[in-house]
């Protein structure tokens, strides 16, 4: 295949872009942004799960004490009662008795009970701090998340900036080269990752192989315009007063 010396130097413009558009993909895939979201999107899931959990604690104690405050509120009442029976002056002397009995009996009831539910409002505040506490954790992952996410979709707006540029370079370097010499490039881009590289100081800018002195003879005497590649990686080789031949 052959190709003027200055077009095959455009093949570097395009090689130049293209590793450009390259960089461009790997930096989208490898933003460490997402792998940032990623890890805090884990961690807001456990700490929305671990304050569902606590909620539901809550919740649960909640009815306990309502519970407790009812039958508290029942013994009482039913204390008021006795009470007001024995002082109306009505009942027997056995009746009286039996209230009397009664009374002390609810008594230690409610004391019982107040007890209780004391300890319940003590575990009650201890969860409510709980509660307080995770649904801040959550907020504050929420907000970290938002900020790493702004952050990502700003990275990735600046790439797509710089790759519509770079498709554009290349959509306008395209018409200037013969479609041997890119069909040529193409393939060996796809298979290699590099389509064509300058030969500097008799070394393969794609591969980084440097050349034999038999090869390096074999180029030499070939015509300016003749399409040479590189014997490891496929490469077309621009030579150039660099090439050190």
Do not use: F
Request: aromatic share 0%; glycine share 2%; charged share 40%.
């Amino acid at each position: 295949m052959k190709a003027e010396p200055a077009v095959q130097r455009q093949l570097l413009d395009l090689a130049k872009v293209d590793a450009e558009l390259n960089r461009v993909a790997h930096r989208r895939r490898t933003l460490p942004e997402l792998a940032e979201i990623e890890d805090v999107e884990k961690r807001l899931r456990e700490r929305r799960d671990a304050l569902i959990a606590v909620q539901t604690s809550a919740s649960d104690l909640d009815r306990e004490v309502s519970k407790q405050e009812r039958e508290v509120e029942s013994v009482r009442a039913r204390a008021d009662r006795d009470r007001k029976l024995m002082e109306s002056g009505s009942v027997s002397a056995k009746q009286l008795s039996d209230l009397e009995h009664e009374l002390e009996t609810l008594a230690r009831r409610q004391a019982a009970l107040e007890d209780d539910q004391l300890e319940l409002m003590e575990r009650k505040e201890a969860v409510d701090a709980d509660v307080q506490r995770t649904a801040a954790e959550v907020d504050k992952t929420e907000r970290e998340l938002d900020e790493l996410r702004k952050r990502r979709d700003e990275a990735l707006a600046d790439l797509d900036t710089t790759r519509a540029r770079r498709e554009a370079d290349r959509e306008s370097l395209l018409p200037k080269l013969p479609e041997n010499l890119v069909a040529l490039y193409e393939r060996v881009r796809a298979h290699k990752g590099i389509g064509a590289a300058l030969l500097k100081a008799r070394r393969c800018g794609a591969c980084q192989l440097e050349l034999d002195r038999s090869t390096i003879a074999e180029i030499k005497a070939t015509a300016d315009d003749e399409v040479v590649q590189c014997d490891n990686c496929g490469a077309v080789l621009v030579r150039t007063l660099e090439s050190g031949l």
